[in-house]
C-alpha cells in the first residue's frame, strides 16, 4: 500500500524513501575500496568477516560485488571475467567441467562449484550431470 502511494520504494533489497539515494561515509568508502581491492587482488580468498553484512547488501546492489553463496563472494569485475571465460570455453568446447573450471582459474574445487552453481543460477549455464553446458 505505501508503495502504491510512492511513500516508500522497494529497490533490490533495500526499502527506501522515493527520493533517498544510499551512499558510504568516508570511512566505509575507504573500507570498502580496500576490501574490493582485495577480491580483486586475491579472488578466491575472499572473507565476508572482513565487512559488514549491510555494507555486502549493499554492494550487492550496486554490482561492486557477487555473493556466489553465504561465504564466497568475488568482484564484479572478477566474476565478469570469469563468466567471458566460461562463455568462450562453451563456445569452443560445447561444456565445462567443476574441474575444467578449476584448473582453468587455478582456485578450489569449492569455488568452482560455487561459481559454476551461481551460473546456473543466473541462467548462463546449465547442469547436464557432471558437465555444464549454455542455457
Known amino acids: 500500500m505505501l508503495n502504491i502511494k510512492n511513500v516508500i520504494v522497494e529497490e533490490a533489497s533495500f526499502i527506501k524513501l522515493p527520493d533517498h539515494f544510499p551512499?558510504?561515509?568516508?570511512?566505509?568508502?575507504?573500507?570498502?575500496?580496500?576490501?574490493i581491492d582485495l577480491l580483486n587482488k586475491d579472488p578466491f580468498a575472499s572473507s565476508?568477516?572482513?565487512?559488514?553484512?549491510h555494507i555486502l547488501?549493499?554492494?550487492?546492489?550496486?554490482?561492486?560485488i557477487v555473493r556466489l553463496d553465504d561465504k564466497i563472494l568475488l568482484s564484479y569485475s572478477v566474476y565478469q571475467r570469469i563468466v567471458g571465460k566460461v562463455q568462450?570455453?562453451?563456445s569452443d568446447?560445447?561444456?565445462i567441467t567443476?574441474?575444467?573450471l578449476r584448473d582453468e582459474f587455478g582456485?578450489?574445487?569449492?569455488?568452482?562449484?560455487?561459481i559454476l552453481d551461481y551460473m546456473d543460477q543466473q541462467q548462463i549455464t546449465k547442469r547436464v550431470g557432471d558437465i555444464r553446458v549454455f542455457r
Do not use: C, H, M, P
Open 57 to 64: 547488501e549493499f554492494l550487492v546492489d550496486q554490482k561492486k
Open 48 to 53: 565476508n568477516e572482513l565487512i559488514e553484512d
Open 93 to 95: 568446447k560445447g561444456e
Open 23 to 35: 551512499n558510504l561515509s568516508e570511512q566505509q568508502s575507504i573500507k570498502v575500496k580496500e576490501f
Open 107 to 114: 582456485t578450489s574445487r569449492k569455488y568452482a562449484i560455487a
Open 88 to 90: 568462450q570455453i562453451l
Open 98 to 100: 567443476v574441474a575444467g
